[in-house]
Nanobody
Framework: QVQLVESGGGLVQPGGSLRLSCATS????????MSWYRQAPGKERELVGT????????NYADSVKGRFTIYRDNTKSTVYVQMNSLKPEDTAVYFC??????????????WGQGTQVTVSS
C-alpha cells in the first residue's frame, strides 16, 4: 500500500534551516507529482509547493518563495523540502502528499502523517 513517511522536523531558531524528507513506498514514485502542505494552529491548511513527476517545481506559497525549495530523488523514492531563513510564522505541521498523476493539477490522493516544525528562540 502507499506509504508516505515524513521526517526531519523539530525545533529551530529563527533564521535557521531544516530539511524535511518524505520517504515513499507502494507506488511508482517517478510517475507522480508530490506536494508539501502545512497547517499552523488555528489556521487552514496551506499548500507549500508542488514538484511534478518531471521535477518542475511550482505553486510555492508566496510566504515561502525564495526560502523553501522542493526537490526529489527518484532513485530513493523520496521528496524533500529545504527550508531556509525560517521564521516563527513557519511553525506548523508539515505534510507530504502524493498527487493522483504527474501534474500539479492532479488532486491529492494520499497524505503522510505530518511532522512538526517549530521556529522559536
Amino acid at each position: 500500500q502507499v506509504q508516505l513517511v515524513e521526517s526531519g522536523g523539530g525545533l529551530v531558531q529563527p533564521g535557521g534551516s531544516l530539511r524535511l524528507s518524505c520517504a515513499t513506498s507502494g507506488f511508482t514514485f517517478s510517475s507522480y507529482a508530490m506536494s508539501w502542505y502545512r497547517q499552523a494552529p488555528g489556521k487552514e491548511r496551506e499548500l507549500v509547493g508542488t514538484i511534478t513527476s518531471s521535477g518542475r517545481t511550482l505553486n510555492y506559497a508566496d510566504s515561502v518563495k525564495g526560502r523553501f525549495t522542493i526537490y526529489r530523488d527518484n532513485t530513493k523514492s523520496t521528496v524533500y523540502v529545504q527550508m531556509n531563513s525560517l521564521k516563527p510564522e513557519d511553525t506548523a505541521v508539515y505534510f507530504c502528499t502524493k498527487r493522483g498523476g504527474a501534474y500539479s493539477s492532479d488532486g491529492v490522493d494520499y497524505w503522510g502523517q505530518g511532522t512538526q516544525v517549530t521556529v522559536s528562540s
